[in-house]
C-alpha cells in the first residue's frame, strides 16, 4: 500500500506543476499597459518565485515586479516607465574602458578637434551598420571623435585592403568618407599601418562586432543608436 501510494504521489506531482497559475494582481497590468501601451499583453500570472510575476505578450513571456515598474526581458531588468535598460547599463558601467591604453595616434581624428566630449569608434569599412552610423556623425555637434580601422576580415574579406587603402591616404578622413558614405573603393595602397596593433586591441577588449563606441568616461557600447538624438543621449550620459 505505502509503495502504491508513492507511486501515486509521482504521478500526481508533475501535475500539479503543471497546473495553471493563479492571476497577478490586476494593478499590474494597468501600470504596463499605462507605461509600454503597445505591448501586448493577453495574460499575467503569479511565476513560480514569490514576488515575481509572469507577463504572457503575444507570444513571449516576460516578468515583472510587483509594481508592474520592471520588466525581466531576455534577461535586461527593464524600467517600464523611463523605458531604461538598467542591466545594458551596469554591464557598461562595469565593463568601462580605460582611455589611456587607446592608442589615439593610430586612430583616424574628427568631429569637432577642440570638443571636451570625445568617443571612439572600432569600425570596419564594408559594415553596413558602420556605413549607417557615419552618417549620423557628420552631423554630430561637440564631439571629438577617434575612429579606429577595424576590419573583420571573417565577415568583410575584403575590409582589410580598404582599410589599408584609407590608412596610407594623404587625407585619411576624406578617405573614410568616401569609401563609407559616398560608396567609392579607395582601391589599393601599401604602407606601415596599425591595422595589426588594432586587431590586437580589439581581441583584447573582447571587440567582436563593429561599429563598436567608447564614450569618454570609458563605456563601451555594441553597435549605434539607431538616431542622431539616440547617440547624443548616450555620449552624455553619465
Not at 28 to 51: F, H, N, T
Not at 62 to 79: A, M, N, P, Q, T
Not at 83 to 91: F, I, K, N, S, V
Amino acid at each position: 500500500m505505502h509503495r502504491l501510494a508513492l507511486i501515486l504521489g509521482l504521478l500526481i506531482a508533475p501535475t500539479l506543476l503543471l497546473a495553471e497559475p493563479a492571476a497577478a494582481p490586476k494593478d499590474i497590468e494597468q501600470q504596463i499597459r499605462k507605461a509600454i501601451p503597445d505591448l501586448p499583453i493577453k495574460a499575467i500570472r503569479v511565476s513560480p518565485i514569490k514576488g515575481l510575476y509572469e507577463v504572457q505578450a503575444g507570444s513571449n513571456l516576460y516578468y515583472s515586479d510587483r509594481e508592474g515598474k520592471h520588466l525581466i526581458v531576455s534577461g535586461h531588468i527593464i524600467d517600464t516607465a523611463e523605458h531604461r535598460d538598467l542591466t545594458g547599463e551596469r554591464l557598461e558601467d562595469i565593463n568601462r574602458i580605460d582611455w589611456s591604453i587607446l592608442p589615439l595616434d593610430k586612430a583616424i581624428v574628427s568631429g569637432d578637434l577642440k570638443a571636451s566630449t570625445r568617443m571612439a569608434v572600432f569600425t570596419d569599412p564594408d559594415c553596413p551598420f558602420c556605413r549607417d552610423l557615419e552618417h549620423k556623425l557628420k552631423d554630430l555637434k561637440g564631439v571629438k571623435v577617434y575612429t579606429f580601422l577595424y576590419p573583420l576580415a571573417q565577415l568583410h574579406p575584403d575590409a582589410p585592403r580598404k582599410a589599408e587603402a584609407i590608412w596610407c591616404s594623404k587625407d585619411r578622413h576624406r578617405a573614410l568618407l568616401k569609401t563609407m558614405v559616398d560608396d567609392v573603393d579607395p582601391g589599393h595602397a601599401t604602407c606601415a599601418n596599425p591595422l595589426d596593433e588594432i586587431g590586437k586591441l580589439g581581441d583584447k577588449l573582447g571587440i567582436s562586432g563593429t561599429p563598436t563606441l567608447i564614450s569618454g568616461d570609458g563605456r563601451r557600447l555594441a553597435g549605434a543608436p539607431k538616431t542622431l538624438q539616440g547617440l547624443e543621449a548616450w555620449l552624455h550620459r553619465q
